[in-house]
Structures are given as structure tokens and as C-alpha cells.
């Protein structure tokens, strides 16, 4: 964390005397400016960037060069702080996605060199087996949600009995990923079980630790198939119980990291509007009579 606030401290140091944000994040505040009095939670965090924990952490840097009084600094520590502690929760957590430790997917994979391909990057076809490796995960964190009906969960994943098949998956990539890294990867429901469905989508994200920010996202079709007659099979009540709570779960994680996202994004707007953004802001240029 300290090595990235750094990374932060210096882009900022680059930037001109003037008052002025770098682009990406100047068209940021623009749009925050032109809704800030109507903005929901939702319409706030709809215009966020891919970079936006990106974004935040060089408009603090800024606020910080240009000159902050010491309360102000401590705030901003707080800020930098928390994202260095909850980022995963602020970006995955505010889609649904459930990032604890019971309930998350894969936690730090690495990315070995050998998938990378002849360009230097991981392979497009190793991004969907890092999707299966999380469907795995998730699947076995159920077991250990619904230990009753552990076994069940457990033999879903082999060719016994009930089985889960993929259907199909689509894979949008999101920036060519490379060695060295680590990748977490977090799978939710993409709609809400109903009774008497067979099938079911899954929404995937794979994200990239050192970029801190989505590698690659998939959708995928999955099914429940009955190995002894060779056909596909509804969900059992048991299985479709499990399933609703974990819905439920994903909307109340959404809506929490959705708040903690917005009211991260306006403490640091207030930051700027108390520093480089108030009227008659002078930047603090240190005393040069040494």
C-alpha cells in the first residue's frame, strides 16, 4: 500500500503548478459536478471508470501535493487506508459479488509464466480456465454453507447422480494481463433461482491483484443434469433454498459496498473542494528563503 500511495505521489508530482486535474480524472469530477445535486447511488456509480480506485488514488495524491492542512492529511490517510484494506470489496462488493473469506470463489491465485503466450500476455483460452477453477470453489463453499446437504454440493461436480454441466460461456477481456501476478476470482448469480428451472447464469469476474482491477469478465450457462437418465433436471428444493439466500446475499452485499463507494468517492471530493478546488486556492509551494 505504501509503495502505491507513493506511485500516486509521484504521477502527481509530474503535474503542472496549475490547478488543473489530469484528464481522466478531470472528466470524473466534470461528471460528478453536472449531477451532483440529483446523482442517486446508482446514476453516481454508473459513470465510474474501470480505473476509478486508480482515479481516486492519484486525485488524493494531488490534493496532497497541492497542499492540505493536517486534519485534511489525516483524512486522506483514512481514505488511502481503507482502500488499501477493502479495495476488493469496493470493486467486486458493489456488483453483488460476496468477497469473505466463506464465500468467495479463488483468493490469489498466481499467474504462472507459462500461460502466457507468444505476445507476452496470459492466453485468452487460460482466462476461461480460470473461470472453471472458481465455479469449483464456489460450488464447494456451498457445501460448506449447507453442511447437511454437503455431499450433494461436493458430488455436483463430477459425473455421478446430479451433475453440473456448462452450457456455454462468453469471455470479454478486459486489458492483456501479465506475469507476475495474482488473480481473484468471484463468481454470483446473474438471476434469481426460480422454481422449476433447470438452468441457471453465472456472472464472472476475474480480477487482477497488482491492477487492481477486472483482467476479464464471463457469463455463464450452466445446468443441472441427471447422469442416470441422461437428461436435464430442475433444481432440487434444497439446492434452490441455498441458492435464494445466496441471492439475497448478493443484493445486500451490493447495496452496502454501493453506499461505502459513494460515500468514499464524496469524502474525497470534499478533499478538493477544501484544497485545490476552493475559491482564491493557493497551492502550497513550501518556503524557499533556505
Known amino acids: 500500500m505504501r509503495a502505491e500511495g507513493l506511485t500516486a505521489l509521484s504521477r502527481a508530482k509530474l503535474l503542472s ?40 488514488k492519484q486525485r488524493l495524491g494531488y490534493c496532497i501535493t497541492w497542499g492540505l492542512k493536517p486534519d485534511q492529511t489525516q483524512e486522506a490517510g483514512k481514505i488511502l487506508q481503507e482502500i488499501a484494506r477493502d479495495w476488493r470489496d469496493l470493486l467486486a462488493g458493489r456488483e453483488g459479488f460476496l468477497t469473505s ?23 485468452n483460452v487460460v482466462y ?6 472458481g465455479r469449483v470453489d464456489w460450488f464447494l463453499k456451498l457445501a460448506r454453507v449447507d453442511p447437511f446437504n454437503a455431499e450433494a454440493w461436493r458430488t455436483i461436480l463430477t459425473p455421478k447422480d446430479l451433475g453440473l454441466l456448462l452450457k456455454s460461456i462468453r469471455t470479454d477481456f ?27 447464469i453465472m456472472d464472472v469476474m476475474i480480477l487482477s491483484e497488482v491492477h487492481q482491477r477486472p483482467a476479464a469478465r464471463c457469463v455463464e450457462d450452466c445446468v443441472l443434469y441427471d447422469y442416470r437418465v441422461a437428461k436435464k433436471t430442475p433444481l432440487r428444493p434444497f439446492m434452490l433454498d441455498v441458492l435464494r ?32 478546488d476552493r475559491e482564491g486556492a493557493v497551492e502550497d509551494l513550501g518556503s524557499a528563503s533556505s
Open 174 to 200: 478486459k486489458f492483456p494481463m501479465k506475469y507476475p501476478d495474482h488473480v481473484s476470482i468471484y463468481h454470483k448469480l446473474g438471476t434469481e433461482p426460480v422454481e422449476g428451472t433447470d438452468s441457471f
Open 245 to 276: 439466500e445466496t441471492w439475497k446475499l448478493q443484493e445486500e452485499t451490493k447495496r452496502i459496498n454501493s453506499q461505502r463507494v459513494v460515500a468514499l468517492l464524496d469524502r474525497v471530493r470534499k478533499l478538493e473542494k477544501d484544497s485545490w
Open 128 to 133: 476461461n480456465r480460470y473461470a472453471e477453477t
Open 17 to 56: 503548478k496549475a490547478p488543473v486535474l489530469p484528464r481522466c480524472a478531470a472528466k470524473q469530477l466534470g461528471h460528478q459536478r453536472r449531477h451532483r445535486s440529483t446523482a442517486t447511488p446508482d446514476s453516481k456509480l454508473a459513470e465510474l471508470s474501470p480505473r476509478w480506485l486508480s482515479d481516486v
Open 101 to 123: 473469506k466463506q464465500r468467495r470463489s479463488t483468493f490469489r491465485q498466481q499467474v504462472v509464466w507459462g500461460e502466457q503466450d507468444s505476445m507476452g500476455h496470459v492466453n
